[in-house]
């Protein structure tokens, strides 16, 4: 029963909601763009008149439905470069991005996984000669005092 | 022991390549010139002009596909923006140069994010009687990429992007720019 709600859940959660309304991909395309005269703002919510222009561009591409969401974001890209993307590209040198976080988790996982293997390779249990020259003469000492005692 | 040998002798070899490394990102950061360049850059150079069809502030029909033939020069321009209002006497003396050249370019003011009667009245007081062509909803400051003005873009008399100045002009700058452009790609 929890097998199938769960997979209830999941499908639930991951069909797609149905078509959209033209405000609505508006909204989305313009949540994924940065204004370019603000600091970390969207153009969806920018104020700038820049902005504004780039709203009433992806307005106007949306209702002419000419191109996709990613075509639209890609003629707005073209003419204000590619820091006008609020997500960085996933292809060309903007995928380092995206990779080198991945790249530097997996080395530091491996790093550690490696430390760690050696630290209990190096500390097996076994008592060294050392250890038990130190540890005999301690009650070698011990005994002394005691039957002296 | 064995381990901390070898930790002996990899934290040197560490060390060194960390070093590098940084002595590498120095090396980069203090070679790195500024483009001297004053021309901005954009995917447009080199490109067709996007189309341009709005209205003049006159209410006559305006589009730029009609222009070949023509250089053409688009300045975006707002009258209550600084840089703008600096860069004016140099288009005015830009225009002026113009008229005693072999085909001399044609000057557009594109009006970014300001009502007429202020252009009007700006054109009125600083002079400057070529066609102050309107954007009232920015298409062509989208289509151009213009986010800040002033910025001052060249169209070549086949109707290609050819140069892009991103802010306030220096003297003689556009003059200059354009002689080059002319010889380069024919008047």
């Excluded at chain 1, 504004?52 to 561009?57: F, P, T, V």
């Excluded at chain 1, 060309?92 to 080198?100: K, M, P, R």
């Excluded at chain 2, 840089?83 to 072999?102: A, Y």
């Amino acid at each position: 029963m929890a097998a199938i709600a769960s997979a209830l859940l999941i499908f639930g959660g991951l069909r797609d909601s149905g078509p959209r309304s033209q405000q609505d991909r508006i909204d989305a395309i313009t949540m994924r763009l940065a204004c370019p005269t603000c600091q970390g703002e969207s153009v969806y919510v920018s104020r700038a008149s820049a902005a504004e222009a780039i709203r009433a561009e992806v307005a106007r591409q949306v209702g002419s439905g000419l191109r996709t969401d990613d075509e639209t974001i890609a003629y707005i890209e073209q003419r204000f470069g590619s820091q006008v993307l609020l997500l960085p590209r996933s292809s060309g040198i903007d995928s380092l991005v995206w990779a080198l976080p991945i790249a530097a988790l997996i080395c530091g996982a491996a790093a550690l996984g490696v430390a760690f293997r050696k630290w209990r390779t190096a500390d097996d249990g076994a008592v060294s000669a050392e250890d038990s020259a130190l540890v005999n003469a301690a009650m070698a000492s011990k005994n002394v005092t005691d039957s002296n005692s | 022991m064995l381990s901390e040998k070898k930790a002996k002798r990899v934290a040197p070899i560490a060390a060194t390549v960390v070093g590098i490394v940084l002595v590498c990102l120095l090396w980069v950061l203090v070679s790195a010139k500024p483009n001297p360049s004053d021309n901005a850059d954009s995917p447009l150079l080199g490109q067709p002009a996007p189309a341009v069809v709005t209205t003049t502030l006159e209410d006559k029909p305006f589009d730029l596909a009609r222009r070949k033939g023509s250089w053409v020069v688009l300045n975006f321009f707002n009258s209550t923006c600084v840089p703008c209002r600096i860069e004016h006497p140099l288009l005015l003396t830009f225009v002026q140069n113009q008229l005693s050249t072999d085909n001399p370019a044609e000057m557009y003011t594109v009006i970014n994010d300001d009502n007429d009667s202020a252009v009007l009245a700006f054109f009125a007081e600083n002079k400057g009687d070529w066609q102050k062509i309107r954007d009232n909803d920015g298409t062509i400051a989208v289509a151009f990429g213009v986010a800040k003005v002033p910025e001052t873009w060249i169209i070549d008399p086949n109707g290609y992007v050819r140069l892009r100045i991103a802010g306030q002009l220096s003297e003689g700058l556009l003059d200059e720019q354009m002689s080059i452009l002319k010889v380069q790609f024919g008047s």
